[in-house]
T-cell receptor
Framework: AQKVTQAQTEISVVEKEDVTLDCVYE???????LFWYKQPPSGELVFLIR????DEQNEISGRYSWNFQKSTSSFNFTITASQVVDSAVYFC???????????????WGLGTSLAVNP | ETGVTQTPRHLVMGMTNKKSLKCEQH?????MYWYKQSAKKPLELMFV???????ENNSVPSRFSPECPNSSHLFLHLHTLQPEDSALYLC???????????????FGPGTRLTVL
């Protein structure tokens, strides 16, 4: 069965600290996608990144970076030099394949609530 | 308007009321979704519509009734709800629902529903 685990329920850091949010997943599919979403206090989930299971290259986007390790089934997210505006709940998700082999249904982690304090 | 919009943003209703949640997407997507988000639980997928056809219904009680009149609009009709139905209801859309391998979902801000 597919499963996404975000072991950190809440993290609190001081501005400018680096912080890593962990995501561990389980799947029997060989082809899958991994996602990170951000949910600020306003409520909407904001798409951050999608990663294909065949692409293990790490990705950097400004202060955000993602470390995909297939060997440990992890897809961790690091924010460098955190800012107060980074305060939000962050969700990791896994895209499940349906019987036709198309990825559609998202399996969600419980989220990590990040508080960045000034 | 851009992206995905939802109205109302907040709704308080009694158990005997009938109300509807509305979602509209301005992204030209073909698939739309309803999710329920409760505290300390993973997001629960309720319904998926692809090209206006319901393609997924995850054992949702019949007191929730979706409607998708066209690919840009999605409704969730509510009647005789229970207090445990209080949650944030999120709408999302994606380019494709059935044949997508890169199906980023774009979310609206949600409707915070409280059932008294």
């Amino acid at each position: 069965a597919q499963k996404v685990t975000q072991a950190q329920t809440e993290i609190s850091v001081v501005e400018k600290e680096d912080v890593t949010l962990d995501c561990v997943y389980e799947t029997r599919d060989t082809t899958y996608y991994l996602f990170w979403y951000k949910q600020p206090p306003s409520g909407e989930l904001v798409f951050l990144i999608r990663r294909n299971s065949f692409d293990e290259q790490n990705e950097i986007s400004g202060r955000y970076s993602w470390n995909f390790q297939k060997s440990t089934s992890s897809f961790n997210f690091t924010i460098t030099a955190s800012q107060v505006v980074d305060s939000a709940v962050y969700f990791c998700a896994l895209s499940e394949a349906n019987n036709a082999g198309n990825n559609r249904k998202l399996i969600w982690g419980l989220g990590t609530s990040l508080a960045v304090n000034p | 308007e851009t992206g995905v919009t939802q109205t109302p943003r907040h709704l308080v209703m009694g158990m005997t009321n009938k109300k509807s949640l509305k979602c509209e997407q301005h992204l030209g997507h073909n698939a739309m979704y309803w999710y329920k988000q409760s505290a300390k639980k993973p997001l629960e997928l309720m319904f998926v519509y692809s090209l206006e056809e319901r393609v997924e219904n995850n054992s949702v009680p019949s007191r929730f009734s979706p409607e998708c009149p066209n690919s840009s609009h999605l409704f969730l009709h509510l009647h005789t709800l229970q207090p445990e139905d209080s949650a944030l209801y999120l709408c999302a859309s994606s380019q494709s629902g059935l044949a997508g391998r890169n199906n980023e979902q774009f979310f609206g801000p949600g409707t915070r529903l409280t059932v008294l």
